[in-house]
Antibody
Framework: EVQLLESGGGLVQPGGSLRLSCAAS????????MSWVRQAPGKGLEWVSA????????YYADSVKGRFTISRDNSKNTLYLQMNSLRAEDTAVYYC????????????????WGQGTLVTVSS | SYELTQPPSVSVSPGQTARITCSGD??????AYWYQQKPGQAPVLVIY???ERPSGIPERFSGSSSGTTVTLTISGVQAEDEADYYC???????????FGGGTKLTVL
């Protein structure tokens, strides 16, 4: 059974930093791209970042490019999201998602999701 | 940046058919995927590759594609289907992923 457990969320001041973690189990971690998706309170889903199975390729939404860094430790089956220069508009539940590909894309869709971790950016 | 457009809301009576559309310029080149999200829960995949249904998803959920528009159809809507539904796809390069704005399905 695929399990994804996020941690690291909390309250942080504008301009601050936070690192999210996602512990994965139940599948061959290196075999799959992974992604972060967020949802601001009362709003829709927003794709944030993705990383290939090897970790060699990373992708970012324009809204976080240059501020967030996605990485993975395949020896620990763990996905990370380092978030710097946080803004009020980054306040959201952040979901870790297992990605699957059915084309030549590094990923196509998100078939397993964690329960999310809440990040609140406020003074 | 690439966008997918969905209607904000759809309302149907129990037993009726609900159709939720999603439009995007790259949809003729990229598959679409649909997720159901209930309050306080993580999203659940209900359709992949435009029209395929994952195991465990009821047969009343189906998907179709025509040009730049994809459609999620829920036949014989039940009260438990009341939720937010999101389409998702990739841009034409396949290196940027996007969700539609979401459609709130209300079962009257």
């Amino acid at each position: 059974e695929v399990q994804l457990l996020e941690s690291g969320g909390g309250l942080v001041q504008p301009g601050g930093s936070l690192r999210l973690s996602c512990a994965a189990s139940g599948f061959t971690f290196t075999g799959y791209a992974m992604s972060w998706v967020r949802q601001a309170p009362g709003k829709g889903l927003e794709w944030v970042s993705a990383i290939s199975g090897s970790g060699g390729s990373t992708y970012y939404a324009d809204s976080v490019k240059g501020r967030f860094t996605i990485s993975r430790d395949n020896s620990k089956n763990t996905l990370y999201l380092q978030m710097n220069s946080l803004r009020a508009e980054d306040t959201a539940v952040y979901y870790c998602a297992h990605a699957t590909t059915v084309t030549t894309n590094v990923l196509d869709y998100f078939d397993y999701w964690g329960q999310g971790t809440l990040v609140t950016v406020s003074s | 940046s690439y966008e997918l457009t969905q209607p904000p809301s759809v309302s149907v009576s129990p037993g009726q058919t609900a159709r939720i559309t999603c439009s995007g310029d790259a949809l003729p080149k990229q598959y679409a995927y649909w997720y159901q999200q209930k309050p306080g829960q993580a999203p659940v995949l209900v359709i992949y590759k435009d029209s395929e249904r994952p195991s465990g998803i009821p047969e009343r959920f189906s998907g179709s594609s025509s040009g730049t528009t994809v459609t999620l159809t829920i036949s014989g809507v039940q009260a438990e289907d009341e939720a937010d539904y999101y389409c998702q796809s990739a841009d034409s390069s396949g290196t940027f992923w996007v969700f539609g704005g979401g459609t709130k399905l209300t079962v009257l």
